[in-house]
């Protein structure tokens, strides 16, 4: 396929999420096509999907999660490698990545706080029984784990243990979550073995993810003549199977008219398939969000297409289990520099540089995570904001005694300011502070215990123009709910149905490193 040729394909995808942004980047930079060429749809009013932050200081800001980022990210980075900063073209984003930390770094002071003083998490706190349980799980196999839960693998000691409390917060597991996915990330992120008490190895974005990675890639997207519809949610994808498997065209509703588009065998189509953030509501600070676990139009094109096709995967596993899969953030936007204060004494860490802070005896397991200062590029220098997310949001608060998931904002405040002690500084920090909860039904959906073919190949075997990338998409050795997976599928997607010759770069692998695996050994044995 020569360029003049590529110079005629239209390449359709399905979401706008940072997989699509990342496909159409591709599309321009390694397959030649014009911007005009390509059209991204898009449900909802605005890019980023699970890559978001919004707001403003007078209605308080919203960052429905967090993204770290990591030198082993080697597709992500190369895509913000060639995406021109918007404060400065004659930089790239990467440059600024790189300029932020090396000028804001992360070492961890307060990883862990019990009974309202920091723990000690210089010790991973294992027995010689939780060494060797984690030792089989790493060095087994994904057929010979199958579909068992975390749970089954590892003694009910092994998940109060300080190593268990740093690696869920920082990742997101919770104990029924994949033990095949847990596996992955220890051989995944095995380099950061020996500094997860301090997270050292984690890069941040200067902003928000938002403002810092979606709006300069949708910038430059646009500027390359990228067609963007959004309010435009794709119902159905027409196929044409006969030995192989050929996508023939689109069906979207957009304004209330439902309308089509007809796909030529030489065009492309990605799909967004699936999405961890679909359904999330907000709360506010005197009401809690409520639960809706209807299925958006994510899940439902997916089932829609996977129907009677083993081939594109089995969305039952990832949306039909809420209880499973559901857990709460919230972000609170502060009008007075009390609470940074009070965080900033008890945890030893200036803002942008603490990274994660665990209450290791919470019942909800709260997290927060306080950034660098300005984390919106709107937001007064009077403002301050920082996120947080609780993984048992059915579980009674341990001074608010109400699930997590009943709680208004200034009630988990409360919960937070208890553990933490503030409790003389309450009064003036629930008059100051905003704090907006968010509800996610599916936010670790894509840990869930799976089975193999549950998650479509990137390009299904026989499809000839059709391709899945995201987060629940199959891709061997990398892990899911980081932007690094997204960004890898839709490097392989382009790649493969163009038929370049090229492939994604190999997965960063730390254990093939003896001073990585070395260091990894010795903070098992402490």
Known sequence: MGFMQRSEIQAYLVGGGIASLSAAAYLIRDGGLPGPNIHVFEALGVLGGSLDGAGSPEDGYVIRGGRMFNFSYVCTYDLLGFIPSLSDPSKTVLDEFHEFNARVKTDARCRLVAGGRKRDASSMGFSMKDRVDLIEVALGTEESLGAKPIDACFAPAFFQTNFWLMWASMFGFETWHSAVEFKRYLHRFVHEFSRINTLSGVDRSPYNQYDSVVL???????????????????????????????????????????????????????????????????????????????????????????????????????????????????????????????????????????????????????????????????????????????????????????????????????????????????????????????????????????????????????????????????????????????????QTAVFTLLKLDKTPPPVYRGEDDPLVLAEALKTMLS
């Open 216 to 490: 300069p890639i949708s910038t430059w997207l646009k500027s390359q003549g990228v067609r963007f519809h959004t309010g435009a949610e794709v119902t159905d994808v027409a196929l044409r199977i006969d030995g192989t498997t050929t996508a023939t065209g689109l069906r979207y509703e957009q304004g209330g008219a439902a309308r089509e588009v007809a796909v030529r065998e030489s065009d492309l189509v990605f799909v967004t398939n699936g999405s961890m953030t679909a359904s999330s509501t907000l709360g506010t600070p005197k009401t809690a969000p409520k639960l809706d676990d209807r299925k958006t139009g994510d899940w439902t094109l997916w089932e829609k297409l996977a129907r009677n096709r083993r081939d594109f995967g089995n969305p039952s596993v990832f949306d039909d289990h809420v209880e499973e899969s559901k857990w709460e953030s919230f972000t609170v936007t502060c009008r007075d520099p009390e609470m940074f204060r009070l965080i900033e004494e008890f945890t030893g860490n200036a803002p942008g540089t603490g990274a994660l802070v665990t209450i290791a005896d919470s019942a909800w397991m709260l997290s927060i995570v306080v950034a660098y200062q300005p984390h919106f590029l709107n937001q007064p220098s009077d403002v301050q904001v920082f996120w947080g997310y609780g993984l048992y949001v059915d579980r009674p608060g341990d001074f608010v005694k109400k699930p997590m998931a009943d709680c208004s904002g200034d009630e988990i405040l409360t919960e937070l300011c208890s553990h933490l002690r503030f409790l003389e500084r309450l009064p003036k920090i629930l008059e100051t502070c905003q704090c907006i909860p968010c509800m996610m039904p599916y936010i670790t959906s894509q840990f869930l215990v799976r089975s193999p073919g549950d998650r479509p190949l990137v390009v299904p075997k026989g499809s000839t123009n059709l391709a899945f990338i995201g987060q629940f998409c199959e891709q061997p050795d990398d892990v899911v709910f980081t932007v690094e997976y997204s960004v890898r599928a839709a």
